[in-house]
């Protein structure tokens, strides 16, 4: 049971993404890593994601009856979206002043929804 709701919540997740990705692509007219997406393009993306990402950790957290892996990767999950929450904020508020994010600021935003990502397909 626990096994089937794993996979089913692992499904969901590649949906949203590919949904986000491709609706992305859509808007740009192509495929873009987000290593090659605008700053807006980046902002937009990393927020769906963590918004997505912290609506699971909620779900999974209250559905209770965890394993002791799924405790495990769950507090990997809330520690990398805690880690996550001012760099995006950051990163977010630059663009919506129409600043332009650092090259740093850019690779640990993708740094961490990288972290997020791999954690959830684990």
């Known amino acids: 049971m626990k096994k089937q709701h794993r996979i089913t919540s692992l499904l969901a997740v590649l949906i ?3 949904v986000v990705f491709f609706t992305g692509c859509a808007s740009t007219g192509g495929v ?24 699971s950790y909620v779900a999974e957290v209250r559905a209770g009856s965890l394993t002791k892996d799924q ?6 999950k809330k520690k990398i979206l805690i880690e996550l929450k001012p760099a995006l904020r950051l990163y977010s508020l630059y663009v919506d ?5 650092t090259a740093d600021m850019h690779l640990e935003l993708i740094s961490l929804i990288d972290r997020l990502l791999l954690e959830v397909i684990k």
């Open 97 to 101: 002043e129409g600043k332009a994010p």
């Open 71 to 76: 405790v495990k990767i769950l507090n990997i």
């Open 16 to 18: 949203i993404l590919m």
């Open 32 to 55: 873009q890593s987000p290593a090659k997406m605008t700053p807006m393009q980046l902002s937009t993306w990393a927020n769906n994601i963590y918004i997505y990402q912290f609506d």
